[in-house]
């Protein structure tokens, strides 16, 4: 290639565009802090409410208490809940399809007690997961732009 001509390469290189300042660098997984912490963090609420229910389940089942265990596998639940709607909700981590599980079984518990047919039970739990699935990635989606941003 000749003189001339590499002149003029790079001439037409030369951009009189403005020029995009850089994007902040996206926060990577690293950077993340390892847990969040409750509202309540000194004290260990969740913990002895996940204590309380492995017990209440145990006492049910020794002593053959449906209401003993059924309460003790809410309150577990609600410990395990608890997390997943934090960490959600505040863009750590994403746990829709757990949360999207909530309002589907209690509404299909709900029309299973109201003596519906199962095929019209099922019909409920699949909308009502697919609908709370949807929003809720959605607002997944809405938190991570915001802090990732």
Known sequence: MTQA?????SRRRKSTAPQVPPRAPKRTVAE???????????FPLIELTVLIGIVCIVVGLILGE????????VLGAL???????REHFAGYRSHTLVLAGVPAVL??????FARAPLYAVVVVLVVVFAVAALVLRRNWDRRTARTLA
């Open 32 to 42: 993340r802090p390892e847990r969040l912490a409750a509202p309540w963090s000194p």
């Open 107 to 112: 509404i299909a518990a709900l029309t299973a």
């Open 66 to 73: 449906r209401l003993v265990l059924a309460f003790g596998v």
């Open 5 to 9: 001509k590499r002149k003029k390469r």
């Open 79 to 85: 410990g395990g809940l608890d997390t997943s709607a």
